[in-house]
Nanobody
Framework: QVQLVESGGGLVQPGGSLRLSCAASGSIFSINTMGWYHQAPGKQRELVATITNSGSTNYADSVKGRFTISRDNAKNTVYLQMNSLKPEDTAVYYC??????????????WGQGTQVTVSS
C-alpha cells in the first residue's frame, strides 16, 4: 500500500501565494511521475502540473509562469509553489503519483485533496 499526504492548502487573497506539499509513503520501490490536479465545483478534474523522476515538467497553460512544481526524490515528496493566485484557481487540489511498489507493480495513487480558495 502507498499513501499520499497533502498539506498547504487554505484561503488566500488574489495575488497571494501558497505552497502545497505531498509526501508519499508505504511500499515504494520507485516513483515515476508526480503531479497535481485540481477540481473546481461542477467541473472535471484537470491537470495542473507534473514532474518526472528526471525532472521534466509539464504545466497547464492557465498556470504557466505562475506555478512551479518540484520534487525531492530522497523524501518522496512533490511541491507546488503557487504565485499570483487568481479566484479561478479556487479548487480542491489532488496530488498524484505513478508508483512502482515492492512487488514491481505500477499503480496510480491519489491523495485525499486539499482545498485552495482564492478570495478577497
Amino acid at each position: 500500500q502507498v499513501q499520499l499526504v497533502e498539506s498547504g492548502g487554505g484561503l488566500v487573497q488574489p495575488g497571494g501565494s501558497l505552497r502545497l506539499s505531498c509526501a508519499a509513503s508505504g511500499s515504494i520501490f520507485s516513483i515515476n511521475t508526480m503531479g497535481w490536479y485540481h477540481q473546481a465545483p461542477g467541473k472535471q478534474r484537470e491537470l495542473v502540473a507534473t514532474i518526472t523522476n528526471s525532472g521534466s515538467t509539464n504545466y497547464a497553460d492557465s498556470v504557466k509562469g505562475r506555478f512551479t512544481i518540484s520534487r525531492d526524490n530522497a523524501k518522496n515528496t512533490v511541491y507546488l509553489q503557487m504565485n499570483s493566485l487568481k479566484p479561478e484557481d479556487t479548487a480542491v487540489y489532488y496530488c498524484y503519483c505513478l508508483v512502482r511498489n515492492l512487488a514491481f507493480e505500477d499503480a496510480h495513487v491519489w491523495g485525499q485533496g486539499t482545498q485552495v480558495t482564492v478570495s478577497s
